[in-house]
């Protein structure tokens, strides 16, 4: 019998990106850099974009389609005075409008953006990873065709203005600055999940009677996870799992479970286990759960499995052998 595959990391980990490489680049690169095949990431993000990206390493990439990451930051330069086919400074200029002048003003933008709080739909940019009958928007898009977007429910939960550009200080516009007599607004955004900063960057400037795109872009968190907890490549290149690895429990959003080290066979085999077995010392300090809702069960700190209480035992729903690490 073949063995099973063991890996050296089994974790989660957020890196920063850099401008310049895609999120498939990012992820080859992280498999490079600690030598493990089974690597993933939660959340694309676009070429022209930095930032948080959260990467799952070994058994850890079962956890990235079940992240609850749905809150987004990013600070955005908004450039007025052209939109773009990308609607980012990478796309050839499709349309320009006159930069009416109140939008050098601060008060005004400030105003503006509050209009662009709360549900509202938007239109995905053409250029998106949308699936239109089994066809992505940005193939399409790129052979020329046409595909009828669907407007989608997004939250932007804060759109505060960092300040205004203008004139000459800054590059060209598509080097993420105002060209000319053009005007940029740096702005902070917290957006829930599946909102694109590129389509609020179009709408925004046909709004104040414009044209806009993004000019710069930089996630600055997704969900609990922070610039703060990010390695770069240099760092990754002597991994250290006690130090990069985010918690899995935190990342997830479920309650925890701390299990005496007898229980593991039976986790592991995904038998119940009864209260009795559970570490007494840890269990009421964690998030609560309750029937039917998932939670994290550790076992020697390191994430064993998801399960749900039930019938006073806890029921295995996904089991982790190699065990998870990043629990705090």
């Given at each position: 019998m073949a063995r099973k595959r063991t890996s050296a990391y089994n974790c989660l980990i957020a890196v920063d990106k850099p401008v310049g490489c895609t999120s498939h680049d990012m992820v080859s690169r992280v498999r490079r850099l600690v030598g493990e095949r089974r690597v993933g990431h939660a959340g694309t993000l676009d070429p022209l974009a930095s930032g948080v990206m959260v990467i799952g390493i070994g058994q850890a990439t079962r956890l990235l389609g079940r992240l609850t990451l749905d809150e987004k930051s990013y600070v955005a330069r908004i450039v007025f005075g052209t939109e773009t086919e990308?609607?980012?400074?990478e796309g050839a200029v499709r349309a320009t409008a006159p930069v009416p002048p109140e939008l050098a003003d601060p008060a005004f933008a400030a105003q503006a953006l509050a209009r662009f709080t709360g549900p509202q739909m938007q239109v995905p940019p053409a250029y998106s990873a949308i699936q239109v009958g089994g066809t992505r928007a940005y193939r399409a898009a790129r052979a020329g065709e046409a595909l009828e977007l669907a407007p989608r429910s997004v939250t932007v939960r804060a759109a505060q203005l960092i300040g205004v550009a203008?004139?000459?200080?800054?590059?060209?516009?598509?080097?993420?600055?105002?060209?000319?007599?053009?005007?940029?607004?740096?702005?902070?955004?917290?957006?829930?999940?599946?909102?694109y900063i590129r389509a609020l960057a179009r709408d925004i400037g046909r709004a104040v009677g414009s044209a806009a795109h993004v000019g710069a872009l930089r996630r600055t968190a997704s969900g609990c996870v922070t610039l703060a907890r990010c390695a770069d490549e240099e760092a990754l290149s002597s991994f250290d799992e006690n130090r990069w690895a985010i918690d899995p429990i935190k990342a997830l959003g479920v309650g925890r479970v701390d299990l005496l080290p007898e229980a593991l066979d039976d986790v592991l085999c995904g038998r119940a286990v009864p209260r009795r077995r559970f570490a007494a010392a840890t269990f009421n300090t964690q998030a609560?759960?309750?029937?039917?809702?998932?939670?994290?069960?550790?076992?020697?700190?390191?994430?064993?499995?998801?399960?749900?209480?039930?019938?006073?035992?806890?029921?295995?729903?996904?089991?982790?052998?190699?065990?998870?690490?990043?629990?705090?």
């Open positions: 990308t609607d980012d400074a203008q004139g000459e200080e800054d590059a060209s516009a598509h080097n993420g600055g105002p060209e000319g007599g053009a005007v940029a607004w740096d702005v902070a955004f917290t957006v829930s999940k599946g909102t609560p759960f309750g029937e039917e809702e998932r939670a994290g069960v550790v076992v020697g700190g390191r994430l064993r499995a998801l399960a749900f209480y039930d019938g006073g035992a806890l029921r295995m729903k996904d089991v982790f052998p190699e065990g998870i690490g990043g629990i705090r």
